[in-house]
């Protein structure tokens, strides 16, 4: 397999500088003489916010109640779905009516007429496409997580340092090589990063999805590298289920039909009349869906690419060859389907650290070079301010006859 190499920004190149107001210390226990300031703390914050002396009893905040997109959450972070509800749901009733007035009107007389298996391949089908798109509509599609304040102003400053002095803003694209062709990075405003190859912004979700095909309203969710396989086994399977029902009530309405009228016929069966005419528009349209995507698999395509023509001359431009081909139709099946499934990167059910929570600092006028000056104001802060509570706990009598010892300068 071919390996693309990219440039992305590391998240532990740039960690975001200590706030001294992360961590309170207690009226009680004034600064000793020997050692520095306390490290801060890495606690999970409350979602709670009281006046009182300790966090005991208050509920940790989950990573997925401060999330930025648009997508809604349930079980506890375990689960996402994308803004459309109501077209994921009809998506959902049609599947489930369709399937249950076959099984209850139409099985019974094939089961007893022709053969048990009809009704045993119609269960094995409806399983497996309720499975698929249970799987695609509820699965991390690829969601990138956006830059922190630290990676962001770090880039930005790596953008102004490489600019020149006529040109401020920060350019748009950045070109990087892979497999010997060039490919342009475009810079995303909205999550303050370069996005990754096939990667692209959602308008939708508001989040970056690595390996973007499309946006799905009828799985309410988008369609990404995480869940593209379990999107194309249930356009997949559902064409096969859609068939099978589509000629099983055909074959039943002609054997109900033998030896009478037919419009009768149908008059006494209006449930299988209404399964006709859904899988019959339905047919058409996932059938087309299925064999589009079959032929992206092929390739190696996204609907993306394939619609903007990055790879091709649609739009009157030089026609490039796709670096993401493996030059083999089985090889690029085995690459989209097969290929190991990686993890999730958002970390729905992680807790919020303080520190990921914090504001921008505060800069001042002086020059800044680097990380250590503000790393040098942050303990400057705090030895501010434990000398400030020093001199207050001494002054109410609470320190007794000592005095707290100079911190150095």
Not at 186 to 205: A, G, L, Q
Not at 363 to 375: L, Q, V, W, Y
Request: charged letters at 15%.
């Amino acid at each position: 397999m071919k390996e693309c190499e990219y440039q992305q920004i590391s998240p532990g190149a740039a960690p975001p500088p200590a706030s001294p107001g992360a961590r309170r210390p207690g009226p009680a226990a004034p600064p000793g003489p020997g050692p520095g300031p306390p490290p801060l703390a890495s606690a999970p914050r409350w979602s709670s916010s009281g006046s009182g002396s300790g966090s005991i009893g208050r509920r940790p905040q989950r990573k997925w109640e401060v999330f930025p997109g648009r997508n809604r959450f349930y079980c506890g972070g375990r689960l996402m779905l994308a803004g459309h509800g109501g077209v994921f749901a009809l998506t959902l009733l049609l599947i489930l009516t369709t399937t249950i007035l076959f099984f209850v009107f139409d099985c019974p007389f094939l089961a007893q007429q022709l053969t048990l298996a009809i009704p045993i391949i119609a269960a094995i089908l409806f399983f497996f496409v309720m499975s698929c798109l249970l799987q695609t509509s509820f699965t991390d599609p690829g969601i990138l997580p956006r830059a922190t304040v630290c990676e962001a102003a770090a880039l930005e400053k790596q953008i102004d340092n490489t600019g020149s002095s006529t040109y401020r803003p920060p350019p748009r694209t950045r070109e990087v090589m892979i497999n010997g062709q060039m490919v342009k990075l475009k810079y995303c405003f909205t999550c303050k990063m370069f996005r990754p190859p096939r990667t692209s912004h959602c308008s939708v979700c508001d989040n970056c999805v690595e390996r973007f095909d499309h946006h799905c309203p009828w799985v309410g969710n988008c369609v990404g590298r995480r869940n593209y396989r379990f999107f194309y086994a249930f356009i997949l399977s559902l064409s096969f289920l859609t068939a099978f029902i589509f000629a099983c009530v055909v074959t039943h309405l002609t054997l109900r039909s033998q030896g009478s009228n037919f419009l009768s016929t149908l008059k006494e069966t209006p449930a299988s009349v209404l399964e006709l005419v859904i899988c019959f528009f339905s047919i058409w349209s996932i059938l087309g869906l299925s064999g589009f995507h079959t032929y992206l698999v092929a390739s190696n395509l996204t609907t993306n690419e394939d619609i903007k023509g990055s790879w091709s001359s649609k739009r009157g431009g030089e026609a490039s060859v796709n670096p993401y081909s493996h030059k083999s139709v089985i090889t690029n099946c085995c690459a989209v389907l097969c290929g190991p499934l990686p993890p999730s990167l958002i970390d729905r059910r992680g807790f919020v650290q303080p520190d990921a929570m914090l504001p921008s600092p505060i800069r001042s006028d002086e020059p800044t070079f680097g990380a250590k000056p503000d790393i040098n104001m942050c303990v400057r802060g705090l030895k501010d301010l434990l000398r400030t509570i020093a001199l207050c706990l001494s002054r109410c009598g609470l320190g007794g006859a000592r005095h707290p010892a100079p911190l150095p300068a």
